[in-house]
């Protein structure tokens, strides 16, 4: 996607917000937890922007972790596989991270709450929201206007049968849920003690927080 002129601006520089929030907020945890590493793009980056002596990364993919694996040279990096609702989530860490991955967890509430959880008093939690304000802009540019549009279709007849069967009948993508920009950070501000940092671009929002120590 960064690869695309139209979009990979935005990647671009969301990413360099993650990277300035860890250095600002993280260069002397002694551990990270990251939820939903993926392929570990964020991960690598908390091994190289922090003195953390252990980073725990946790995901439900195990092709994920594998590549995770590969791709991150660090000699406390321990990969966990699991659900971040169903199963048992590491022990909460001074400074906890979700990149890319909290808008497809479920409830947007209910997963920063959980996930505020997870952070140590006084600790930080750094993330990011895709968000509703341009995601038909988004899709457009990512698969064209018919790609676009054949992918509304099959999520709206998703929707229906999901609704139909009461829940028996869901797809992958059933979890995720979009906000505008503007109600992320009063979301935050019930959610955290303090909020450090919000910044908006214009497909997602990056965020600082703090649990009172």
Not at 68 to 86: I, K, M, N, S
Not at 107 to 126: C, N, Y
Request: aromatic share 8%; glycine share 8%.
């Amino acid at each position: 996607m960064e690869a695309r002129p139209d979009i990979g601006d935005d990647f671009r520089v969301q990413k360099a917000r993650i990277a300035d929030y860890l250095t600002a907020y993280g260069a002397d945890v002694d551990r990270v937890l990251e939820i939903a590493c993926g392929t570990g793009e964020f991960t690598a980056m908390a091994a190289e922007l922090t003195k953390a002596g252990r980073i725990v990364a946790t995901d439900i993919s195990e092709h994920a972790l594998r590549r995770a694996g590969a791709r991150v040279d660090h000699p406390g990096l321990e990969l966990v596989q699991g659900d971040f609702w169903t199963d048992d989530t590491p022990a909460p860490a001074p400074l906890v991270m979700c990149v890319d991955a909290i808008h497809h967890l479920g409830d947007v509430r209910q997963v920063l709450k959980r996930m505020s959880e997870l952070v140590e008093p006084g600790g930080t939690f750094i993330g990011n929201l895709w968000t509703l304000d341009n995601f038909h802009e988004y899709q457009r540019s990512r698969n064209g206007p018919v790609g676009h549009l054949g992918r509304c279709a099959l999520f709206l007849a998703n929707a229906l049968a999901m609704n139909v069967s009461r829940g028996r009948l869901r797809w992958a993508s059933y979890r995720t849920q979009l906000l505008r920009s503007r109600q992320v950070e009063p979301l935050l501000r019930e959610t955290f003690d303090e909020v450090l940092d919000v910044t908006a671009t214009r497909y997602f929002v990056a965020f600082a927080c703090r649990r009172a120590g």
